[in-house]
């Protein structure tokens, strides 16, 4: 009886993960992004990202699991930084892994068809042009970021 209800509880999952995902990025949803403004920012101090941008991989066909696309800008610079994440369901949403072991975060759909990015503890690190970023998961107000839906054709 204990095997059956263990099974049980097992097979909504796959339904369940590949609902998260494509709820996440439908068609239309080809972008995420957040621009913080002078206000929001004279606000939180510690705050270095300006800009955060989340897409899927060109070419990306959204299901259970995808590859997503990050890119940030920071105060006082001009060059931006980017990352890649390989995303797989979890229980709230998705847990996305940077990649080259570039630390981690999880998305989690909200309102309106938002995102909410959470930091992992371990961070997120990011490549530029001429140097590297890490944003902390543990300090600072860089751990987490609601993104709004937008068009490609605005996505920074």
Do not use: N, W
């Not at 709820?23 to 080809?30: D, R």
């Not at 972008?31 to 705050?47: G, I, S, T, V």
């Not at 990306?60 to 001009?78: E, F, M, N, Y």
């Not at 309106?112 to 961070?123: I, N, Q, T």
């Amino acid at each position: 009886m204990r095997k059956l209800i263990g099974m049980l509880v097992l097979l909504p999952m796959p339904v369940l993960a590949q609902t998260s995902a494509t709820a996440m990025f439908p068609p239309e949803a080809s972008c995420f992004q957040r621009h913080y403004d002078a206000a929001h920012l004279a606000q939180h101090p510690q705050q270095t990202v300006t800009d955060i941008s989340l897409t899927p991989a060109e070419g990306q066909q959204v299901s259970t699991s995808l590859v997503v696309d990050i890119a940030v800008h920071l105060r006082g610079k001009s060059d931006g930084y980017v990352g890649s994440a390989y995303c797989e369901p979890d229980a709230a949403g998705l847990f996305c892994g940077m990649e080259g072991d570039a630390g981690a975060f999880t998305l989690t759909l909200r309102d309106g068809g938002a995102l909410l990015l959470k930091v992992d503890p371990r961070g997120m690190s990011f490549e530029g042009d001429q140097d590297f970023l890490t944003v902390s998961g543990t300090s600072g107000d860089d751990r987490a970021f609601l993104m709004y839906p937008v068009a490609a054709a605005d996505c920074f």
